[in-house]
């Protein structure tokens, strides 16, 4: 069934309900209207009895004087017959005393005598009594008919008001519930829908009209989980490519790095082995040619094998070996290191170590010594022979030990900070030094394996730089 028809039905039922009540209404007022008019009528004919009455009673005192007024009393008793010839009493059981009072009227005026016409006029006057006291008996029975009706008049009334509120009430109750669940249910479906759960679906239930926006929020619903499910496919689909594509230019990058670093000890190879081939087919070469060319070609072949060293490191940091150990031991261990090479001697290396807490971590001693040299070296190659300053600082912030290496050398641009920790990328490229860039990829990868992090700050050019190492502190070492 409709919702319209439904409601159709529901407005007709309480249109028939309110008729109901105003019929009864109508009824019992109707009813005690009669009744009013009723006993308005006793009343007068009521009246008008005991006005014939007085004339017969005043009639008959005339007669009864010591000097008979016979003529007023014929005249009392004229006027009481036209009295009530003019009254038109209601037919009913009253109708017999009605005409017997009438025939005594007329017997009383047609009699002669003294004495007959007061046994007349007695006889009337009892059946005036009789009478009076009849209408009075049919005016108790209207007033208690009367409060009879008006007691059905109620209770009906209230009992018709009582079905028509009732059923008004479970009418509405029922309509809200038959509006508001389905509604409700949209809503529910609207919110999951909303939440990214499109395989829920709603139950076509209730009226037709609910019932048909249902199917059309489930067509909607359907659509929407078939446009989404496209999507992710297309999704990923275009992640793949782009892991692809990235695994490619990774690749590419790391080959375009690989061969740039490699080709020249393999230049340098090739070199010196095609210039020993020519000696030795045009002339015989000395023992101190050949020793310096083989010297030269092992130490670039060694050199590439450390090249490829290092990428194998970059891309395996491992886990093994990890136990406590005390970065302040090992910072104090690397420091004396790099103090003893000949070509850092002049500059000063400062060690700062906070002795509050303890500076403990679960890391590898090889990785994390290496970590520290690759700081400490690269911030020395960065220094000034004259004055060059490097500071190794150790403290623990937070439940982290911090590890931080500043120098007052040469600083950084913003293009190198962005790219300090790409592999092969250095800024001594171009100078006396040489570096491959893969001293600060690797230790970048050694701080992540070891969920730290690394940051390299510098204010510019000639303003020195500063690498921050932060790695969690072993169980039980203090905080700040």
């Known amino acids: 069934m409709t919702l319209r028809r439904t409601m159709a039905l529901e407005i007709g039922a309480t249109i028939v309900g309110l008729l109901l009540v105003s019929g009864a209404s109508l009824w019992g007022l109707n009813a005690l209207h009669e009744d009013f008019d009723s006993s308005i009528a006793g009343y007068q004919e009521l009246r008008q009895v005991y006005e014939v009455g007085s004339h017969v009673a005043t009639a008959k005192t005339l007669l009864t004087l010591q000097k008979a007024e016979e003529g007023r009393a014929e005249a009392e008793i004229r006027t009481a017959v036209d009295m009530y010839d003019l009254y038109r009493p209601p037919?009913?059981?009253?109708?017999?005393?009605?005409?017997?009072?009438?025939?005594?009227?007329?017997?009383?005026?047609?009699?002669?005598?003294?004495?007959?016409?007061?046994?007349?006029?007695?006889?009337v006057l009892t059946q005036v009594a009789n009478l009076a006291s009849e209408i009075r008996r049919g005016i108790e029975r209207t007033q208690h008919k009367a409060d009879r009706n008006r007691r059905t008049a109620v209770i009906l009334m209230s009992a018709l008001s009582a079905v028509v509120v009732v059923g008004a009430v479970?009418?509405?109750?029922?309509?809200?519930?038959?509006?508001?669940r389905p509604l409700n249910r949209l809503g529910q479906a609207a919110r999951t829908i909303a939440a990214g759960r499109f395989a829920d679906r709603v139950a076509a239930e209730g009226h037709a009209e609910f019932a048909e926006l249902a199917d059309d929020f489930n067509r909607m619903a359907a659509e929407?989980?078939?446009?989404?499910?496209?999507?992710?496919?297309?999704?990923?689909?275009?992640?793949?490519?782009?892991?692809?594509?990235?695994?490619?230019?990774?690749?590419?990058?790391?080959?375009?790095?690989?061969?740039?670093?490699?080709?020249?000890?393999?230049?340098?190879?090739?070199?010196?082995?095609?210039?020993?081939?020519?000696?030795?087919?045009?002339?015989?070469?000395?023992?101190?040619?050949?020793?310096?060319?083989?010297?030269v070609i092992c130490d670039e072949a060694f050199r590439c094998k450390d090249i490829v060293g290092k990428l194998l490191s970059l891309a395996r940091p491992g886990d093994e070996g990890r136990r406590r150990i005390s970065l302040a031991e090992l910072a104090q261990n690397v420091v004396g290191m790099v103090g003893g090479l000949g070509e850092h001697r002049a500059k000063r290396v400062t060690l700062r170590i906070n002795k509050d807490h303890p500076l403990d971590v679960i890391a590898s001693e090889a990785e994390m010594k290496q970590v520290l040299l690759n700081l400490v070296i690269n911030a020395l190659d960065a220094v000034a022979a004259t004055g060059g300053e490097v500071c190794v600082e150790l403290n623990n912030a937070d439940g982290f030990v911090e590890l931080a290496v500043t120098d007052n050398g040469r600083g950084m641009t913003a293009d190198v900070l962005e790219r300090v920790f790409e592999p092969f990328f250095t800024a001594k490229r171009g100078r006396a030094e040489p570096g491959i860039g893969l001293g600060l990829s690797i230790t970048h990868a050694i701080v992540r394996s070891h969920r730290g992090t690394i940051r390299a700050d510098s204010h510019g050019p000639g303003k020195g730089s500063r690498f921050v190492v932060r790695l969690p502190a072993a169980e039980g070492a203090g905080t700040q």
């Open 91 to 123: 037919s009913g059981e009253a109708a017999g005393l009605r005409g017997a009072v009438r025939e005594g009227l007329r017997e009383a005026l047609w009699v002669s005598g003294r004495e007959q016409r007061l046994a007349a006029l007695n006889r």
């Open 170 to 180: 479970r009418v509405g109750i029922w309509q809200y519930r038959s509006v508001m």
């Open 224 to 295: 929407l989980d078939g446009l989404y499910r496209q999507l992710e496919q297309k999704v990923a689909a275009k992640s793949k490519e782009l892991v692809r594509s990235e695994r490619l230019a990774s690749v590419g990058y790391l080959a375009a790095g690989v061969a740039h670093e490699i080709n020249n000890p393999i230049g340098i190879i090739a070199g010196h082995a095609e210039l020993m081939l020519r000696k030795l087919a045009n002339e015989e070469p000395s023992d101190g040619q050949v020793e310096g060319a083989l010297r």
